[in-house]
Each structure stands twice: as structure tokens, then as C-alpha cells.
């Protein structure tokens, strides 16, 4: 993009660049090209609606940037099989009043985080460990934040796919302009409740996961629980469902069943009904307007046969990153749903619109992402407070979008910074960003797993 070079014909890119490329304008816009210069090489067959991460491509102006190629959700996974024990259900109910199931809330999480590390300990002669996650300083640090984190705590708005005006990141717009990610402009990057989401980040690292788990990245530790030590994890990717679901693993019974299940993420104690509750990443096929027109024809002829319903059942019957409704439905995954630990009901129940990715909220993902790890690591390693890595962060963000706007490049949609003002301000009118409650952990509250799957009774559209 920087170049502006045809380097290659077609990109898959995610979704969370959409802020980007409808700003840029750099990008095709997907829903001209097939009216227009690509209408001759557009699949009648390809039933743009039947894709269930459409909305995360589109930008405010309504048109369609990119199109999905895979997509997978950030959920809670747990240890059904311990989950259902008689005697760990009794003992967990007589120290915590009430049920071992899957917490609803980060309240419930904690405890059952302490009850598995700290009261149980082992399980058939094994060390268990109630939390896993990672923590080395590297950018994978980053998307651990920046994959809504901040909004399963109930940081940012109401709104689905992202909430308005402010959004996970901390980001506020006026209409489409980006005015301020600190307080003091109306942003919530340093409020209470993203304070409180790198502090618990943090607490459950070092008190519940095992101890190597601070040292590793996102890919050391994305196998771990698949090694059966691990009673739950609130950020874990369903991209490795098809890791997970391996006959002979530690996690999988003597007939190829997953002793584990995959359930809706808890949330914070500052999230409301009407907001996002995780993360979704949508891989997507993007065209740039530097791809001389025959050669962008070419690419966009290969794109739609890979995600056309022709292919697509088969590549999500082997990659299990699903992005057709069609595929969804299909009778071949009605029968091996059991074997999938819940990922099909998720992708089938109406709860699955609140995980969604990056928004249009972000004016340049690029550089904007790459602030969070190095700040989130000053946290980790206490060498700032989360508080202060926050406001640090805040800051660097908004200089990032005081450049963009004085560059002028992304026009009306570009950046316009707030004046600071005291946060009173701020926390004084409704949303975000929400001022620190006085109790940041009600009572733990949880569901039975076959109830929950039970509520969803989706149906077939």
C-alpha cells in the first residue's frame, strides 16, 4: 500500500484493516468492481449473502471492500469431562455457593482459575493448571489486546459488529471521523475498564497459568491445552479445533471424542447486554487498485473459486474456519458436529454475531497496532502500572491520528482530534468511556453447558 506497486495480484487480509481501506481508498470496493470493471468475470453462483462475515467488510459508505475466505472466533474452552465430575462439582460448590459450569462472568472465571491451580492441583496423579495464556514480549502480544479483550470486559459501546461511538479499542468517532483514543478527548483506551482488563490479564498469568506460560508467545502456547494439564482458557482461537480434535491426544476419548467443549466468552463486570463479547478474525480476499485490470480480473476469477459453494464445504470441512451459512447447515457437519467440541452449535447459534473483528474505528491498523504489545509488555513486566502503560498507549495512539489528520490523506472520514478536556467530562455522560465501579467483582455466575447449547435452539434460515 505504502508502495503502490502491483507486488501481487490479490491479497487475503483481515478484516480489521477495513478502517484502513475504506479510508485509504487504495482498496477496491468490491460491490463497484462486480457492477462495473469486473462484472464480466463475477459468479452469478456466488450469493454474497450466504457469507456470514459480510458486515465486518463493509464500510460505513455500505460498500463491500472484501470478501471472506476463513474466519474463527476467539471463545472459552474448557475441560467438559472435569467439568461434569461429581466430586470436583461438590467441592467446587461448597467453597465458591454455587455450580461448576461455564462461567458467565469473569467473576466466575476467577474462582474456577483459583479452584483448579490452587485447591484441586492435580487430577489422576497430574499437575493441572486452572488458566493458560502467554506473555512474552512480541507482537503477538499485541493482538491479544487489540482481539477485543478490552470489550469482554465491557470496555467501548453498545453495537454490533463494533460499538458506537467508541469502540474496543478505545477509539471514539464522530460520525466517521476518529476524534480520540485517551479520556480526556472521550476515548476509552486508558478508562477504568480497560485498567481492569490488563490488571486481571496480568493477575491470572502469574497466579493461575503454568509458570512457563509468561514466557511464551501465541504460537508456544497455543498446544498447551491440547496436553490435557489445562482445566479452561478465556482466550483460546477455534482455529485450532482441528488440533484439538486429534484422535489419540491426551483431550480426546478412546472413540474420538473431545473430552473438552467450546462455549460463549464470559464477560467483565463492565460489559452490558447489546455489546460485542470477543473476537472473530475473518481472513479476506482483498484487490488493490495498483493491480493493473486484467491481472485483478485473473485473481478475482481464482478468489471466487475458492470460496464458491462448490469448494467451500470441503475447505471448511478441513480447515473448520467456516464463512458460509450454506456450510454451516450442511448434513455432513450435522453429523460430525459431536466430534467438533461445540464449534458448529456456536457457528449455528444466533450468539455468534457478537464476535466480531476490528471495526471501522481504526483509521490505520498498521500503525496503530503495533503500540499495543510494546506497551501491554511494560505492563507485564512491571515496569509500568497498567494505568500508566494505558495512558501511554492512549497517547501514542493519538499522536498516530494527530499525524494522519494533518497529513490530510484519508479526507472527510480522517481523523479529527477532540480538544482535551477533564475526564469528569467524559465520565459524567452515558457509554464510554465508564467511570471505575465501586465493585469490579460480583458473585461468580455460571451455566450448565448442555443448557446452554440447549437456548440457543437455532434455526435453520
Known amino acids: 500500500m505504502q508502495s503502490n506497486k502491483n507486488i501481487y495480484d490479490a491479497y487475503i487480509n483481515d478484516s480489521d484493516l477495513i478502517g484502513t481501506h475504506f479510508r485509504y481508498q487504495q482498496a477496491v470496493p468490491l460491490t463497484d468492481w462486480m457492477k462495473g470493471e469486473g462484472k464480466d468475470v463475477t459468479d452469478p453462483m456466488l450469493d454474497i449473502d450466504d457469507f456470514i462475515g459480510k458486515s465486518f467488510t463493509t464500510g460505513p459508505d455500505g460498500k463491500l471492500y472484501q470478501i471472506p475466505d476463513q474466519q474463527f472466533a476467539n471463545l472459552y474452552w474448557f475441560r467438559y469431562d472435569w467439568f461434569k465430575r461429581p466430586d470436583l462439582k461438590s467441592k467446587f460448590k461448597k467453597l ?13 472465571y476467577e474462582d474456577i482459575a483459583e479452584f483448579f491451580t490452587e485447591k484441586v492441583k492435580e487430577i489422576d496423579g497430574k499437575r493441572v493448571y486452572g488458566h493458560m495464556d502467554y506473555g512474552k514480549k512480541d507482537p503477538s502480544l499485541g493482538w491479544r489486546f487489540t482481539d477485543a479483550w478490552f470489550s469482554m470486559a465491557g470496555g467501548g459501546d453498545k453495537g454490533i459488529p463494533n460499538g458506537l461511538p467508541v469502540d474496543e479499542w478505545g477509539i471514539r468517532v464522530d460520525g466517521c471521523r476518529p476524534v480520540g483514543s485517551s479520556v480526556s478527548r472521550g476515548g476509552a483506551t486508558n478508562a477504568p475498564a480497560a485498567v481492569y482488563a490488563l490488571t486481571k490479564y496480568i493477575d491470572w498469568l502469574k497466579k493461575y497459568a503454568p509458570p512457563e506460560a509468561a514466557g511464551m508467545t501465541f504460537s508456544e502456547a497455543g498446544p498447551v491445552p491440547a496436553q490435557g494439564a489445562i482445566a479452561q482458557q478465556i482466550f483460546w482461537y477455534t482455529a485450532f479445533t482441528a488440533d484439538m480434535a486429534k484422535p489419540g491426544t491426551p483431550v480426546v476419548d478412546e472413540n474420538g471424542n473431545p ?30 487498485k495498483s493491480t493493473p485490470v486484467e491481472r485483478r480480473k485473473a485473481a478475482w476469477l481464482y478468489a471466487q473459486f475458492v470460496i464458491s459453494k462448490t469448494v467451500s464445504l470441503k475447505k471448511t470441512h478441513v480447515g473448520l474456519t467456516p464463512i458460509r451459512e450454506s456450510d454451516l447447515w450442511d448434513d455432513s457437519f450435522t453429523e460430525r458436529a459431536p466430534k467438533l467440541g461445540g464449534l458448529i452449535e456456536f457457528y449455528r447459534s444466533p450468539a455468534r454475531v457478537q464476535w466480531t473483528p476490528t471495526g471501522t474505528n481504526v483509521p490505520d491498523y498498521p500503525k496503530l497496532a503495533q503500540l499495543w504489545w510494546q506497551n501491554v509488555a511494560d505492563a507485564v513486566t512491571g515496569d509500568k502500572t497498567p494505568q500508566e502503560a494505558l495512558d501511554s498507549l492512549a497517547e501514542q495512539q493519538d499522536k498516530v491520528m494527530e499525524r494522519i489528520e494533518r497529513s490530510g490523506m484519508q479526507g472527510e472520514c480522517g481523523p479529527k482530534l477532540n480538544k482535551k478536556q477533564d475526564p469528569s467530562f467524559w465520565f459524567n455522560l452515558p457509554g464510554a468511556p465508564k467511570p471505575k465501579l465501586a465493585n469490579e467483582k460480583p458473585k461468580g455466575e455460571t451455566i450448565d453447558y448442555d443448557e446452554l447449547v440447549k437456548s440457543w435452539a437455532a434455526t435453520k434460515k
Open 96 to 108: 465458591y455457593g454455587y455450580e461448576l459450569g461455564v462461567p458467565v462472568n469473569w467473576s466466575a
Open 259 to 288: 473430552k473438552w467443549r467450546m462455549a460463549p466468552s464470559p464477560h467483565g463486570p463492565y460489559w452490558e447486554e447489546g455489546m460485542k463479547l470477543g473476537y472473530q478474525d475473518c481472513g479476506s480476499w482483498t484487490l488493490m
